[in-house]
């Protein structure tokens, strides 16, 4: 079982910045990828941005340019700068890990926070 607890969220105005992270604890044991995902009300849970434990990442189209993800393996932590903040963007984030075994994939995830854009 891995623990993920996420920090960061708030309210923002459109354009502003917000830096979200999450802490992984527990049987972290190679974990292969960490990300973020998000849900917005009325709508299904989104990939924002994940990161491999080489350092490959993969974003969102909706994110590119704005968002960044990284990864501190010593700390087992991830984090999403998000820059240029828009209205659309506002939902609740979800830290993600996932563990890949013989062709299955083990997920984990944390009890997310909430992201507001709004003026």
């Known amino acids: 079982q891995v623990q993920l607890v996420e920090s960061g969220g708030g309210l923002v105005q459109p354009g502003g910045s917000l830096t979200l992270s999450c802490v992984a604890s527990g049987s972290i044991f190679s974990i292969n990828i960490m990300g973020w995902y998000r849900q917005a009300p009325g709508k299904e849970r989104e990939l924002v941005a994940s990161?491999?434990?080489?350092?490959?990442?993969n974003y969102a189209d909706s994110v590119k340019g704005r968002f960044t993800v990284s990864r501190d393996n010593a700390k087992n932590t991830v984090y999403l700068q998000m820059n240029s903040l828009k209205p659309e963007d506002t939902a609740v984030y979800y830290c993600n890990t996932k563990k890949l075994r013989g062709g299955i994939t083990f997920n984990s995830w944390g009890q997310g926070t909430q992201v507001t854009v709004s003026s």
């Open positions: 990161i491999t434990s080489g350092g490959s990442t």
